[in-house]
């Protein structure tokens, strides 16, 4: 059955790539995906599956009730697009101003739609349930992947998987990794409280830039003096605002940046120092100062099983010619909730485009993928599912004898 879900998906690969520049096209904002939404339900209403709309938020879910029992495995992709403008020369240029998918969940969204189409039509052989999550909101903290799951997105599920479309990664590669993976993403916004005045008086204020240069140096020791060396840790500052007059000394500047970590401690860690590099510099020069800490997306943290099961059957995977261990990646995302609730693996599916010239990282206006990387996201799927409960009672029958 297997091989022949491979060629219907090889067949059905002109649909993702309509479908992708259809929303390629469209894209909509974190919680903004309205249209989005309606025309994954609409797809699925067509297909007769069973699907529910607001889902803690804009998200959906949809189940394919296999005709025999067995296993239910969940599938995410993800479905909002950023706030940045399309520089792209290409047909399926997005047509809303200031807005694109350059991260990939355009192809995601598509590639599960059309991976639930062809299992459908081997729903009376399949043993266990397909559940299908499509989530809005990754890209914006809090995020829908929270939401959805206190809205029992996972319900009656036995493990949950997802993929990321990578651009920096060459086709045909599948890069998996056991525990963690992909960062804890948190925010810090400080503003520092000076005292203002003429530039050629720098004696009678509080200068806020100097302070705030003062905190920028602390914060960059956090990481090497403060974090154990053999721990992974980021601490970035993106924006250092302040007044801009030539002859002003500023008596307040902003400063905004990031924090990422992998472990529960270096985390908390990093949120205490953060708060003391910003305390002592202020206290040097008797300032006054507010440091606020959001926390974001918890680490993605793979469970080991479902890690290694991915790993097992992946190379058997038409399409793929490469298996490898991922490097920890210190971008965030949200498919740590789901990992929280349940066990699974998330996992990178090499997208680079075969022209190296039009190879842009993630995020980038000029961000693209080579399509077939879809195709090839979704013959794993395929893989997963019907692999999946053999695999498990393997599972179970050694831990038995054990």
Not at 75 to 96: G, M, N
Not at 167 to 182: E, F, H
Not at 225 to 249: C, H, L, M, Q, Y
Not at 259 to 266: G, H, L, P
Request: some cysteine.
């Amino acid at each position: 059955m297997l091989e022949n879900i491979y060629t219907d998906l090889d067949e059905q690969y002109y649909k993702m790539v309509e479908i992708r520049r259809h929303l390629h096209q469209h894209p909509e904002l974190s919680f903004q995906e309205w249209k989005t939404a309606s025309f994954i339900k609409e797809y699925y209403t067509d297909l007769g599956i069973e699907v529910k709309d607001k889902v803690g938020g804009n998200g959906l879910t949809a189940c394919i009730k296999g005709g025999k029992p067995g296993k239910t495995v969940a599938f995410r992709a993800d479905f909002d697009a950023l706030p940045i403008q399309d520089e792209k020369e290409v047909p399926y240029k997005s047509t809303v101003p200031g807005v694109m998918h350059a991260c990939g969940h355009d192809a995601h969204t598509a590639l599960l739609l059309v991976f639930a189409k062809v299992m459908n039509r081997y729903r009376d052989q399949l043993s266990g349930n397909i559940l299908l999550i499509h989530q809005h909101a990754e890209e914006y903290a809090p995020g829908g992947a929270k939401s959805m799951v206190e809205a029992g997105c996972l319900d009656g599920a036995d493990a949950v998987f997802g993929t990321h479309l990578w651009s920096i990664s060459p086709l045909g590669t599948i890069q998996y990794r056991n525990g963690p993976i992909m960062a804890a993403a948190d925010r810090f916004e400080i503003e520092i409280k000076g005292k203002g005045g003429h530039g050629a008086q720098p004696h009678l204020t509080k200068d806020a830039i100097v302070i705030g240069a003062q905190v920028i140096s602390n914060l960059q020791q956090i990481v090497s003096r403060k974090v154990d060396p053999v721990e992974a840790a980021v601490v970035s500052v993106g924006t250092f605002k302040a007044e801009n007059a030539f002859n002003v000394i500023a008596d307040t500047a902003k400063l905004i940046g990031t924090a990422r970590t992998f472990k529960e401690e270096v985390r908390n860690q990093a949120e205490q120092e953060v708060e003391k590099a910003v305390k002592a510099a202020c206290l040097l020069y008797d300032a006054d100062y507010t440091c606020d800490y959001f926390r974001g997306y918890p680490a993605v943290v793979n469970h080991e099983k479902e890690t290694a099961f991915v790993k097992n059957l992946a190379s058997a995977v038409p399409g793929v010619d490469t298996v490898e261990e991922s490097p920890l990646q210190m971008g965030g995302e949200d498919f740590a909730y789901y990992l929280q609730k349940q066990k699974g693996t998330f996992f990178f599916t090499g997208a680079m485009p075969a022209d190296k010239a039009a190879a842009f990282p993630h995020h980038h206006p000029r961000f693209d993928i080579d399509e077939k990387a879809m195709l090839v996201a979704a013959k794993t799927f395929a893989s997963i599912f019907i692999q999946y409960e053999h695999a498990e009672t393997e599972s179970n029958q050694e831990a038995a004898v054990q």
